[in-house]
């Protein structure tokens, strides 16, 4: 059960004008927002391309093959920030009149995770003069070594956070490298390539080459709805900068200025274009794409989104969701399994270790991570999460896949085994909540102790307490539809910047069970009569619920806008639900 507190802030910082609703000045003050300039997103305060360290010598080099009309090869993740990375990189450079552009995925079964010598291998038959990594390569020490003793220049674009060494890259622009002075450190892969194509218009446009060619120079904004998608789906904290990407890439899809494959994957979603939030790209577009890397090839999900035309778009779209139907089955019995497993040990949690790690042989590599997710959310610690690698014939290998809470970066845990424990890992990377590692499977045990041991140097049992952070309660007047459009319309929300969240105790006047195990409720501020409110909690237990005993409870929900049938509604969504 989770501890339910109320966010703090100093309100005698905020400078907002009357036209702000007084709950929403309340809610943008405890996210660090006190004027109303803070609360814009224009494009023109979007931080310089300029403070970003090693794009210019990148967007010489890019500019240098393009107007040679080299190879360009991108390489990308296979992930929906690597997706959108790649078909911005490859749409941008053809906009831009590159003539021979392609991009590679490696496929995450067989050659893992970024610029790999066996891929470096695979991408020489392309004979690229120039390979450019999308949301991937700031590790890369051998794969870009390989490359440059190919022959062939890479420049680097990543956002993940880089080790001790830096590869020997001709280039490479990642705002966490050492000496980057760019301010906001919280870029997806997707605002990299961003601002680096912004980086290579410029150049271009300095030699002319626009005009001299006949070439149409493009608009960045053009590219927003990848990037806006991208940054979402990749849970990076939406810092002023990345909600500015976000919020102009919303706003040109809910104009109809969108590509055919977003627009696609939003409407196989049931989603409306013009009424898109932040959001969607979490739950309803971002997870399709990545079925497609988890499963099969994430080939699929970029060529999606560099469809020319809604018809294959819509094919595309088609066989990603097919997919993700395909993971959630997947997921379901893994989950199950995995339950069941801790079912033994969680009775009693001081039995569970702190930093909790999972495996079994014949789980699906593509699903792990969600696994970790999910698992991560119930219990309310670290998790790691291991299945088999491929067979190459050499030691068995296993791979893991991490989800961490906040108060433990797991990357730098992971670096903090690896540094008492040298023989564990054979590597590894990530961010702070998300990781992913191979070791090998005999090292298995010693390595989930020394984890578990790590944790628990860095986390006290306090910190295992799942908390509600909300914005306090609303009063009866506040359960209007107005503001639930502007609380919708005050984003876009997301990681670090969470959507509004409130906490109250209300009256169940009715509630019954709808698709399987959500709770649909009428609730009202009165125990008769008074207001009636619209209300959903999703999958509930749907052994304590319905609760015909109950008359009410204690909810923390969000303020939403239900539409059906042409008519908007005032609904509740319901995050926590407790009978009093």
């Known amino acids: ?140 020490l051998d794969g870009v070594e390989t490359a440059n003793q190919l022959g062939m220049q890479v420049v680097v674009t990543d956002h993940h956070l880089p080790g001790a060494q830096l590869p020997q890259a001709a280039a490479i622009v990642n705002p966490n490298q050492p000496g980057c002075e760019f301010p906001s450190k919280n870029l997806a892969g997707v605002g990299v390539i961003f601002y680096v194509m912004s980086g290579v218009r410029a150049q271009l446009r300095q030699r002319n080459w626009f005009a001299e060619n006949n070439i149409a120079e493009p608009n960045m904004a053009e590219y927003l709805d990848l990037v806006a998608l991208g940054t979402v789906a990749d849970v990076v904290p939406l810092d002023k900068n990345n909600r500015i990407l976000v919020a102009q890439g919303l706003g040109r899809i809910r104009s109809g200025r969108v590509r055919p494959g977003i627009k696609a994957l939003l409407e196989i979603a049931n989603r409306s274009l013009h009424r898109i939030v932040a959001a969607d790209f979490g739950f309803a577009i971002g997870p399709r794409l990545n079925a497609a890397g988890r499963l099969d090839d994430m080939s699929i999900g970029i060529q999606c989104l560099l469809a020319a035309n809604e018809y294959s778009a819509r094919e595309l779209a088609q066989q990603m969701d097919e997919l993700n139907h395909d993971r959630r089955a997947i997921e379901s019995g893994m989950q199950q399994e995995a339950m069941r497993s801790l079912a033994k040990i969680s009775l009693d949690d001081s039995d569970m270790a702190y930093g909790l790690c999972l495996y079994q042989a014949d789980w699906h590599q593509g699903v792990i991570g969600i696994l970790a997710s999910r698992i991560k959310d119930h219990y309310h610690r670290p998790v790691i999460v291991f299945a088999d690698a491929e067979d190459d014939g050499g030691p068995q290998q296993i791979k893991g896949s991490a989800r961490s809470i906040v108060g433990l970066h797991i990357r730098d845990a992971l670096d903090a085994v690896a540094a008492k424990h040298p023989h564990l890992l054979s590597k590894f990377g990530g961010h702070a909540m998300a990781a992913g590692m191979s070791l090998l499977k005999e090292h298995y045990a010693e390595f989930a102790s020394a984890f578990d041991a790590e944790v628990r140097r860095q986390l006290s049992a306090d910190d295992l307490q799942a908390v509600l952070l909300t914005d306090g309660e609303l009063s009866p007047q506040d359960f209007q539809l107005p503001l639930a459009h502007q609380l919708r319309d005050g984003g876009p929300w997301g990681q670090h910047f969470p959507e509004p969240l409130f906490e109250g105790e209300l009256f169940l006047i009715q509630q019954r069970i709808v698709g399987e195990k959500h709770l649909k409720l009428v609730l009202s501020t009165e125990p008769q009569g008074g207001q009636l409110i619209d209300a959903i909690a999703f999958n509930v237990d749907v052994k304590a619920w319905p609760n015909q005993a109950a008359k009410k409870a204690k909810l923390v929900y969000k303020l939403d806008v239900n539409e059906f049938r042409g008519n908007e509604s005032l609904q509740l969504m319901v995050d926590y639900i407790e009978a009093l």
């Open 1 to 140: 059960m989770p501890v339910i507190k109320q966010r703090q802030y100093d309100f005698s910082k905020a400078q907002f004008l009357a036209t702000v609703p007084e709950t929403l000045q309340r809610v943008y003050a405890a996210r660090g927002v006190f004027t109303d300039q803070d609360a814009q997103h224009e494009l023109k305060e979007l931080l310089s391309p300029k403070l970003m360290k090693g794009l210019t010598q990148a967007a010489k080099l890019i500019a240098d093959h393009v107007v040679q009309q080299k190879r360009i090869l991108i390489i990308g993740d296979f992930d929906c920030d690597g997706a959108t990375s790649s078909a911005l990189a490859v749409t941008a450079l053809s906009d831009m009149g590159a003539k021979h552009i392609d991009f590679l995925v490696p496929n995450r079964f067989e050659y893992g995770y970024g610029l790999t010598p066996e891929i470096v291998q695979v991408a020489k038959q392309k004979n690229p003069d120039l390979i450019i990594t999308v949301d991937n390569g700031i590790s890369s």
